[in-house]
């Protein structure tokens, strides 16, 4: 269990918002901060803290006005910390190996391999074509939807038909070298995790799983310790005191 670092940048600003609140139209979110250093400054602490594996998220979509700003922001940490960090948001096979010739150890992909409420087997085969799955991250943000776990997209608004489960996971997971696995219903509040996600999560083998949603203090880092059993690793947003939060970020960084 290690942690893993963020930087998510929606209308051109490093933030950190409350998940489920995304719109596309107008580029809004309710945000829990606004930092006023940029996505470059953020990889800068990561490189000299070693802390590889960290995730640059753009948050709006590739039609917003804001979307080249986010995507500059992003170019510019790769370039202070090349290898260390992944990029996601508005990545398809065809521009993948641009971030990966940026910097970007690998790509974080959603909306293009899940959409139109199913797994878009053809789109993942180009991508592992135009990068290697080695360079693949699957973010597999979900939703509860009566008692089970749905993949969702289009910033975390659309359900769409795959349930999150050992099954699906292991299919998957022979077309990428990672998953993302945002508690989307947790993310931004603070409000611990939902222990029956992370629980299954933490049942599979065989590649790395990092969990993101809800942890709000070392008391919930340590719930989740237990639950995963120290088999997913983690990342920490708004409530982190690097974005206003309270849980140290001298406290975690080295955590394993």
């Known amino acids: 269990m ?35 250093y940029d996505a470059a400054f953020y990889a800068e602490l990561y490189k ?3 802390l590889k594996g960290g995730h640059v998220i753009l948050l709006n979509p590739v039609s917003s006005e804001y979307y080249e700003k986010n995507r500059q922001q992003a170019l510019a940490a790769l370039k202070v910390f090349p290898g260390g960090l992944q990029v996601g948001g508005g990545v398809t096979a065809e521009n993948a190996a641009e971030f990966i010739e940026a910097g970007a150890s690998h790509v974080i992909v959603t909306s293009y391999v899940f959409r139109e409420g199913q797994i878009q087997w053809d ?51 022979e077309s990428c070298s990672e998953f993302l696995v ?22 599979i083998r065989g590649i790395p799983i990092t969990y993101a949603g ?39 960084k080295n955590m394993s």
């Not at 945002?182 to 049942?203: F, M, N, T, Y």
């Open 214 to 252: 809800g942890i709000g203090s070392l008391k919930d880092l340590e719930q989740f310790r237990q639950i995963s059993g120290g088999n997913l690793d983690f990342t920490i947003g708004s409530a982190l005191d690097l974005f206003g939060g309270t849980i140290p970020y001298d406290a975690v």
């Open 123 to 173: 789109n993942l085969e180009r991508l592992v074509h135009a990068v290697g799955k080695e360079h693949i991250v699957l973010d597999l943000s979900c939703r509860k939807k009566d008692a089970s776990y749905y993949i969702v997209t289009d910033r975390w608004q659309t359900f769409t038909k795959i349930q999150v489960n050992e099954e699906i996971l292991y299919w998957l997971k």
């Open 48 to 50: 000299k803290d070693n």
């Open 182 to 203: 945002h508690g989307v219903d947790s993310e931004g509040k603070a409000a611990g995790v939902p222990e029956d996600l992370v629980a299954l999560l933490s049942k």
């Open 2 to 36: 290690r942690f893993r670092p963020c930087i998510d940048i929606h209308n051109g600003k490093v933030k950190q918002i409350v998940g489920g609140s995304l719109k596309d139209h107008g580029d809004k979110a309710v945000e829990n901060f606004v930092s006023g």
